[in-house]
Structures are given as structure tokens and as C-alpha cells.
């Protein structure tokens, strides 16, 4: 007894002192703001609406109306003139490592905790002000999601996976060879800050996926194949069986939400197909046969738009460089097979270890263009993503309409200075282009001011 009030006056001081240091950081916002004067690009439609108002209250979309709209009574209401300009809504990128985003592989290998949370604290606050406000994220981001969520430090919205599940020898095996073979019970580093769990048999997987689960994933990563940036693993291999795989879809399903798996090749996307996975990240060495098979069975194809000049973070000639080679001259034939059979495909970025591709987050979309068009590379980025995070099902942190600018959505809005569907290349430099982002009814940048 004595140690449970104990902990509960713990939680009561922590939950106060959490209160008033948000109270501190987040400035007075407006109850309400109308945009005027804006042309919409809806997340839908691939066309730009009439000029038209859009009444934010609180952080709901109320009303869209191409009549004035009156004030709401009892609210403070702020104005954005739009003049013509596009309101749009916030980008979602469905793939991304929000924790090892801007730091190197060795330094994160070398640092403490702490350093690697501040890094990513600015690198969060970055992607926001490049107008992603919300993100499926690959890592133990399960602190700064709730340091966002308090209102303590601006950053996107957060379905946070944590640690990647990896078989011993896979992709998220990042032991060194004079630390194998493993004591028991020992956990490595990576381990320990949460970014990869090692398991290997079904009763492990199922033990460390429900270990996510209690931390607050808001779906599960597996590594079922061969990866880039690991040392152990060619990209042909196969990773994990499929009752190992189905042990997390289990724990998954049990949640209410789906896993998703990090893989390449046809062997282990059918493989992850069968167990259950309803997303694959990456893929970008399928045949014709499996990308049939995941659009008959509705999974998901989350993959990055990876080119020959896509900057690399390996040294030429390394065993990673070359892994990363093949992998991104997989990227054309990918794009043409999702179109073919048509597959639910979701846009991402993947960066990691890199403050200068995580800088360049707007120009991985844009580039999109080079298979589809600006209207269907943007509703990647928005609408249509939107229905990838909803599969977290009663797990999605954030439930309402994401990723559409309609009546009765949350208020994700950029307010662009120009029309993204002429001109695509404007999401290339969001400090110029993006003059107001809004994530949520708050308004974090306003250059109108
Ligand atoms: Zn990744």
C-alpha cells in the first residue's frame, strides 16, 4: 500500500510539474482562425477549389464556405488573409526514425540517452516546421511523442513502432562479431535505448512485441528480410519463419492494430503476407506475382522513392553502398508494378543518420513526379495516407479525419505561397513557401504576422 500511494503522489507531482512547464513553453493561442481568401487543395480532389474561407475551432476544421463566415460568438478569433493563396493539409510521411534522424550511426553507437533525445527534440521541431505534422515513425519514440503531445516541445504527431523486432543476424542486429555469441540475457546497447529487440523463436517474438505493445506502439516492426544498413545481412536473405512472424501478428491483432515488416524480396513479403502483415516497408526488389498478391489482399506498400542520386551516408564500394545500389535501382520498376496492380501505396522517407537528407524531407516527395503526377504525389502524402494510420485501429493516438482539409477534420493546414499542383517543387523549400503551418488548431509558424 504504502508504496503504491507512493508512486501515485510520484505521478500527481510529475503530472503538475508537466502542467505548468507546458503552461511556460506553449504561447496563448487563439480559439479560433479563419483563413480567407484561400484556394484548397482538399487531400482528395486533384483539383484546387473555388476562393473560399476555412473557420478553425479549436482543433477542428468547423466550417468551409465560399461565403464570408461570420465570427464565432465567445471565441477569440484571429484572421489569415490568404489572398488566393493554397491551403493544404499538413504532410504525413509514412516512414520515418525520428530518434537517429540527424546524428551518424557512429556517434548515436558512442552516445548517451540524452544526447540522442535532444538531437532528435530539434530535428522533431524541424520536421514540423517542414510541414509534416504527422509521421509514422520506426523507433523508440515513444518520450518525445509525449513530450509533443504535452505541448513541452513542438514536433509532428507520432504512431510510434518502437523497438524493430530482428532475428539474431538480422536487420536490426547491430551487435558487433566479438559480441556474438550473446550471454543470456544480455541486451546490447541498441537493445537498451530501444531500437531493435532480438528474438528467436515465436514465444520471444510474441514476449517482445507485447513488450511494444505496453510501451505504447501503435504497431509493431519486424524485420522479415535482409536490410541496408546492417552488417550481418545480404538482401536476399529470408528473416524469420512464418509462425514466428504470426506470433506478432497475434500480439498485434490481440492490441487491436497490424504489423508492419521491413523487406525486399517476393520470398519475404509472401512469407509476411501469410502470417498476416498488412505493410511492407521498402519492397523495392518484388516480382510481378507478389505485388499482385498484396493487392488482392489489400496490404499496404509503404515504400521511398530511392534514386541513383539520393545521397548516400555509406563509403563507395562498401558492402552497405552496394546493398544500397541495388536497392535503389529497384525504384522505377517498383513504381511501374505498384501502378500495374494497383497496391495501396504509402510515401516515405526512411532518413537516417543524416541532417542533410532529413533537411531535404519535402524534395523526397517532390521527386515523386518523376512516376506520378503532383496531384497523386501529394494525395500520397495526405489523403490517402490518412487510411494507412488509421489501420492502428483502437491503438491510433490521434482518432478523427487526418490528412484532408474538410469540414469536421483536425486542423493539420499549411497555408502555401503558390499552387503545389502546378508547381510541386514549392514543398522543396518550406522556410520560404510555407507561410503558415498549423498542426492540431495551433498555429506554430505564421509569416503573415
Ligand atoms: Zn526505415
Redesign the pocket.
Known sequence: MRSLSTRALGALTLTGWALSAAAQVQPPQPTAVLFENVRIFDGVSERLSAPSNVLVAGNLIKTISIAPIAAPPSMTLSRVQGNGRTLMPGLIDA???IMFETLTQETMLVSDLAFIAVAAVKGANDMLMRGFTSIRD?GPAFGIKRGIDMGLVPGPRIWPSGA?ISQTGGHGDFRLPNELPAAPGSFHFTERMGASAIADDADTVRKRSREQLALGATQLKLAAGGGV?SDYDPLDVTQYTVAELRAAVEAAQNWGTYVAV?AFTPRAVRQSIEAGVMSI??GHLLDDATVKLMAEKGVWWSM?PFTDDTPTTFREGSAKRIKQIQVYDGSDASYALAKKYKVKLAW?T?V?YSADKAAGQGKMLSKMVRWFTPAESLKMATGTKAELLALSGARNPYPGKLGVVQEGALADLLLVDGDPLANISLIDDPAKNFLVIMKDGKIYKNLQK
Open positions: 516512414h520515418t526514425h520506426f524493430m544498413g521491413h516497408e521498402h521511398q516515405g526512411d537516417l
